[in-house]
């Protein structure tokens, strides 16, 4: 556990350090070896090289930022201590299999036709959504109405999940967080806790039951921690959907919690992310 322990002090030094000058003696400094047991070390605990980890770092945070409206490839490239944009661009291409000015403009990005490009997720990985197409289903559940400023969606889920066992019908399996708004400039949502039912029969006190309508949606599949949840959310927002060919067919969303989805065991669980499409006019 002390081992651990210095480790992660090295990489808490490497985070506060990311625009910053140093070597290796410095991470090794911070976390009490010398450079050649610190190495060994690093790399025994972590599965990667302390370069190795710092250029994946570097080049997450430099993604996030190319991002942000105004950013020069240039000045990013330099403050995440790149001798030179040419440099910057080639490890860049290594690592995400497009240059900055593609990930920049997927936009533009050629595709082959009806398969929308695949945006790249913080962290260097991809993700493509499945297209598919769902019938009509019907909830029941509760539902809250906010802005969720306070916590309020893991409240109500934490009052609802002993209370499933009192709907009639609920299908064993599946949970859903439905998500639905009156206007999208309004920072206001219905979120609803609910399972699925075979049919609609006595509704329990202090429950709603929706209908689901049939529609085709791209379904993006989020792996980690439900603290990353909004990082898969933007990449379907912001990154995928301008550039797909699709545009939103109504004015909600979901989550599917199955059997993939494990909060004790975070690294390993999957929830899916259903939006609602239709192809652009």
Same mark, same amino acid.
């Given at each position: 556990?002390?081992?651990?322990?210095?480790?992660?002090?090295?990489?808490?030094?490497?985070?506060?350090?990311?625009?910053?000058?140093?070597?290796?003696?410095?991470?090794?400094?911070?976390?009490?070896?010398?450079?050649?047991?610190?190495?060994?070390?690093? $790399? *025994?605990?972590?599965?990667?090289?302390?370069? &190795? !980890? /710092? =250029?994946?770092? %570097?080049?997450?945070?430099?993604?996030?930022?190319?991002?942000?409206?105004?950013?020069?490839?240039?000045?990013?490239? $330099? *403050?995440?201590?790149?001798?030179?944009?040419? &440099? !910057? /661009? =080639?490890?860049? %291409?290594?690592?995400?299999?497009?240059?900055?000015?593609?990930?920049?403009?997927?936009?533009?990005?050629?595709?082959?036709?009806?398969?929308?490009?695949?945006?790249?997720?913080?962290?260097?990985?991809?993700?493509?959504?499945?297209?598919?197409?769902?019938?009509?289903?019907?909830?029941?559940?509760?539902?809250?109405?906010?802005?969720?400023?306070?916590?309020?969606?893991?409240?109500?889920?934490?009052?609802?999940?002993?209370?499933?066992?009192?709907?009639?019908?609920?299908?064993?399996?599946?949970?859903?967080?439905?998500?639905?708004?009156?206007?999208?400039?309004?920072?206001?949502?219905?979120?609803?806790?609910?399972?699925?039912?075979?049919?609609?029969?006595?509704?329990?006190?202090?429950?709603?039951?929706?209908?689901?309508?049939?529609?085709?949606?791209?379904?993006?599949?989020?792996?980690?921690?439900?603290?990353?949840?909004?990082?898969?959310?933007?990449?379907?927002?912001?990154?995928?959907?301008?550039?797909?060919?699709?545009?939103?067919?109504?004015?909600?969303?979901?989550?599917?919690?199955?059997?993939?989805?494990?909060?004790?065991?975070?690294?390993?669980?999957?929830?899916?992310?259903?939006?609602?499409?239709?192809?652009?006019?």
């Amino acid at each position: 556990m002390a081992h651990e322990a210095q480790v992660t002090a090295a990489i808490a030094y490497i985070e506060a350090h990311l625009k910053e000058p140093f070597s290796l003696r410095d991470l090794a400094q911070a976390a009490g070896y010398s450079p050649f047991h610190f190495h060994r070390l690093f $790399l *025994a605990i972590t599965g990667e090289t302390p370069a &190795a !980890f /710092i =250029r994946r770092r %570097r080049l997450t945070e430099s993604a996030r930022e190319l991002a942000e409206p105004g950013k020069r490839a240039l000045d990013v490239a $330099l *403050a995440y201590q790149y001798d030179s944009q040419e &440099a !910057f /661009i =080639r490890a860049f %291409r290594r690592h995400f299999g497009v240059t900055p000015g593609r990930y920049r403009r997927y936009d533009n990005a050629p595709r082959q036709p009806g398969k929308p490009p695949q945006p790249i997720v913080p962290g260097g990985s991809f993700m493509e959504p499945r297209i598919v197409e769902q019938g009509p289903f019907t909830l029941i559940g509760m539902i809250y109405f906010g802005e969720n400023q306070k916590g309020e969606i893991p409240q109500l889920w934490n009052d609802f999940i002993p209370r499933i066992d009192k709907i009639p019908d609920a299908q064993p399996g599946a949970s859903y967080g439905f998500c639905f708004m009156d206007d999208r400039s309004n920072p206001n949502f219905w979120y609803m806790a609910s399972v699925p039912v075979a049919k609609i029969g006595d509704i329990p006190a202090e429950m709603v039951a929706k209908t689901v309508p049939a529609h085709t949606y791209a379904v993006f599949t989020h792996r980690g921690a439900l603290a990353g949840l909004g990082e898969t959310y933007a990449v379907a927002y912001k990154t995928w959907l301008p550039a797909s060919g699709y545009e939103l067919a109504a004015s909600f969303d979901f989550e599917l919690y199955d059997r993939r989805f494990n909060p004790a065991d975070e690294a390993n669980s999957e929830l899916d992310i259903y939006l609602p499409i239709r192809p652009k006019a």
